[in-house]
């Protein structure tokens, strides 16, 4: 059942109306996790309701990070990151850890070559609370991207998954 969240807070945007669809032709299995009982299209967004009535985009709830229990979304990590003159841009995942379940890690394109990972740790812990801080840095010299230029989460994370097993 969709449940309703107060103004502000964060939440899965789930959809409901004559312009969404009903459901997947001919898989019941799926429409089950994509809606709820009451009949919500739950998108896979997080995200949350200004006080004008506009919704805030977030992340997506499948590219969540959970640290002992807290809610990490990339977007946090990269957004910081990214104000650090030093990166020209960057891109986070999250890896399974034995202590937390899971843990950040983040890959970096370098705008200024002297950057270190160091340098990236210390400004996280700078700006971000302590869980939220990457445990790994990857510099790289491009990250994948779609042809419309956006970052490729899920290619990260299948190159990480590859070079584990």
Known sequence: ??????????????????????????????????FSSDGYLKT?????????????IVDRKKDMILVSGFNVYPNEIEE??????????????????????????????????????????KFCRDNLTSYK??????FRTELPKSNVGKILRKDLKEQEAKRRS
């Open 133 to 138: 801080v990457p445990k790994y840095v990857e």
């Open 80 to 121: 910081v990151v990214c104000t650090n003159p030093k990166v020209l841009e960057c891109a986070a995942i999250a890896l399974k850890d034995e202590k937390s379940g899971e843990v950040p890690k983040i890959f970096v394109v370098k705008k200024d070559t002297s950057l270190t990972e160091e340098e990236i740790i």
């Open 44 to 56: 896979g967004d997080m995200g949350y309701m200004t006080a004008e009535g506009y919704f805030k």
């Open 1 to 34: 059942m969709a449940r309703n969240v107060n103004l502000g807070d964060l939440g899965e945007i789930c959809i409901k109306g004559p312009q969404v669809m009903r459901g997947y032709w001919q898989r019941d299995h799926e429409n089950d996790k994509v």
